[in-house]
């Protein structure tokens, strides 16, 4: 018999938190550097610059592994952002 998730107050059931997916997409961006916001639209994780700004605020994003609560942030090749179970990471465009 399998465990069932024990149900909230609510009587909805409670799931862990969903975990990044473990090779980050790739973002690719033109210049050297995008601000966290922008970034976050460009990957279609938020719709748009009101969503991204609620969801930084909310300390729901992460940087590099880190939580990130400044949506001009400026991020570079290498960077990792992580939002709602999902992962990118800035690259160059075209390579």
């Known amino acids: 018999m399998s465990e069932q998730p024990a149900p909230d107050h609510h009587g909805n059931h409670r799931h ?4 990044p997916a473990t090779h980050p997409a790739p973002l690719e961006i033109r210049d ?4 966290l916001g922008q970034a976050l639209k460009l990957a279609s994780l938020v719709e748009d610059g009101a969503d991204a700004r609620v969801v930084i605020e909310a300390g729901l994003v992460q940087v590099n592994g880190d939580p ?3 949506r001009g942030r ?6 990792v952002i992580e939002f709602s179970g999902e992962a990118v990471k800035v ?3 075209g390579r």
Do not use: C, F, K, N
């Not at 050297?32 to 601000?35: L, N």
């Not at 400026?74 to 960077?79: I, M, V």
């Open 91 to 93: 690259v160059p465009a």
């Open 74 to 79: 400026q991020l570079h090749h290498g960077d």
């Open 68 to 70: 990130e609560t400044r």
């Open 16 to 19: 862990a938190p969903q975990a």
């Open 32 to 35: 050297e550097v995008i601000r």
